[in-house]
C-alpha cells in the first residue's frame, strides 16, 4: 500500500513545480509523482547531462512537461537566473521544493574548513538563496507560493560524523519554521521533511559507504525494521505542496519509521538485550523489592 500513489489523479493540475537536485534520487522520485498529478516540473543542479536524460525520462514515462535547468544552487545570480527561465517557459512558479544537498561522513577533526563550507554552502546557503530569490518574485508580484524544504531528523539532534550537514540541515529547519510565520500574509506556507534511511545511489556512497554496508544493516536501525520507500516519501511531498495541506505551514513532518526515537527514548536500548524469561526474572526482583 505505502509503495502506491496516495493523492486523487488531477491534485498538481495547473502548478509548477520546481525541484532543486531533482535529476536523481529522491528529488527525481518526488518529481516524477508531481508530473503523474499534473504538475509541471523544473529540475535543477549542476550535472546538465543527467538532468535532460532525468527530463527525457521522467516526460517519456508521465506524459508531462519536464525543464531541465543547470544551476549550482550556491551561486545566487545561478538561482537567479533559473527562476527567469523558468517564468519564461511556463510563465508561473508555485512551488519551490529545496532537495539539493552535499553530505559526506567524516571525523570533524579530519575536515578542513573548506569541507565545511562545501556542505554548509550546497545545504543552508542553497536553501536561502532560492527561497530568498522565489520569495521575492512572489512578494512583488502578488502570487501564492508554497515552499518545501528538505531536512532530516538529526536537524534537532545532531548527529557525531555528518557535522557540516547536520549545523546546516538546522538552519534549514530554522529558516522554514521563521518564513511559516514571517510570510504568511503574503500567502506563502514553508514547510519540511525529514526523512530518515531512504535508499538512493548519492547517500549510500556517501554515508553508506560498501565497506560500511557489510557491518550495518541500515534497516536494524529502524523500528519497523525497513527502509523508506520513494513512493512514500512522495506521498507526503505531494500532500504538503498540494492545496490539500493549506493549513499546514511551518510543519517538519519525520518520516523515519520512528529512527531517531529509537535512539532517544532512555530504556529503548533494552529492546535487544532482554529476553522474554530475563523479563519474568526481572519482574520477580522488581516486584520483590516492595517488600524490602
Ligand atoms: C573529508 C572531504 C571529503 C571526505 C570532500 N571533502 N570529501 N573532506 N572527507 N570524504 C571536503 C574537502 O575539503 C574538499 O576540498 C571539499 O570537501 C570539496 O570537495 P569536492 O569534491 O571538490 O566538492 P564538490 O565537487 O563541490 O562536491 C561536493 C560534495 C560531493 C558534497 C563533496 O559529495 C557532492 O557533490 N555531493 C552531492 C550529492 C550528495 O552529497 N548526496 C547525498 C546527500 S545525502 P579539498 O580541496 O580538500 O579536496 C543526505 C542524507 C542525510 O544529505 C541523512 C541521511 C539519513
Ligand atoms: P542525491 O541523489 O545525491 O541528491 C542530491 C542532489 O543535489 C543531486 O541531484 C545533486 O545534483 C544536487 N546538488 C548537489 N550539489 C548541488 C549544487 N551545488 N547545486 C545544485 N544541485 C546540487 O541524494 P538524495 O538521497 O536523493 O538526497 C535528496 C535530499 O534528501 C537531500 O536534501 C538529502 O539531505 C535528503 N535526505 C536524504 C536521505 C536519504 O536517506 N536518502 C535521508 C534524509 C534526508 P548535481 O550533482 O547534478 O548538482
Not at 530569490?133 to 534537532?156: M, R, S
Request: some cysteine.
Amino acid at each position: 500500500m505505502y509503495n502506491q500513489s496516495m493523492l486523487k489523479e488531477g491534485s498538481l493540475a495547473g502548478k509548477t513545480i520546481l525541484v532543486t537536485g531533482g535529476g536523481t534520487g529522491l528529488g527525481k522520485s518526488m518529481g516524477k509523482y508531481f508530473l503523474q498529478l499534473g504538475a509541471n516540473l523544473v529540475i535543477a543542479s549542476r550535472k546538465f547531462d543527467v538532468l535532460e536524460e532525468t527530463a527525457k525520462e521522467l516526460e517519456s514515462e508521465t506524459g508531462g512537461k519536464v525543464l531541465p535547468l543547470p544551476c549550482d544552487v550556491r551561486n545566487y545570480e545561478d538561482v537567479e537566473k533559473t527562476l527567469k527561465a523558468i517564468y519564461d517557459h511556463f510563465g508561473q512558479l508555485d512551488v519551490l521544493l529545496n532537495n539539493a544537498a552535499g553530505n559526506f561522513i567524516s571525523p570533524t577533526e579530519r575536515l578542513n574548513a573548506k569541507g565545511f563550507d562545501t556542505v554548509i554552502d550546497i545545504v543552508l546557503k542553497g536553501t536561502y538563496n532560492f527561497t530568498l530569490a522565489a520569495g521575492k518574485h512572489w512578494i512583488a508580484q502578488k502570487q501564492k507560493g508554497t515552499i518545501l524544504n528538505i531536512v532530516t531528523t538529526y536537524a534537532w539532534t545532531g548527529s557525531a560524523y555528518v557535522v557540516p550537514s547536520a549545523c546546516a540541515k538546522a538552519g534549514v529547519l530554522a529558516l522554514t519554521r521563521s518564513l511559516a510565520v514571517e510570510w504568511a500574509k503574503y500567502g506563502i506556507r514553508s514547510n519540511a521533511i525529514a526523512p530518515g534511511p531512504f535508499p538512493t545511489k548519492g547517500a549510500w556512497d556517501r554515508l553508506f559507504p560498501e565497506a560500511l554496508r557489510d557491518k550495518l544493516d541500515v534497516s536494524k536501525k529502524v523500528p519497523l525494521q525497513r527502509v523508506g520507500d520513494h513512493q512514500e516519501l512522495a506521498n507526503l511531498a505531494a500532500y504538503l505542496v498540494s492545496d490539500y495541506s493549506s493549513y499546514v505551514n511551518g510543519e517538519v513532518v519525520t518520516i523515519d519509521g520512528g529512527e531517531w526515537l529509537q535512539g532517544a527514548g532512555e530504556m529503548n536500548y533494552l529492546m535487544n538485550v532482554i529476553t522474554d524469561d530475563m523479563w519474568d526474572m526481572l519482574e520477580m526482583m522488581i516486584r520483590g523489592a516492595k517488600s524490602k
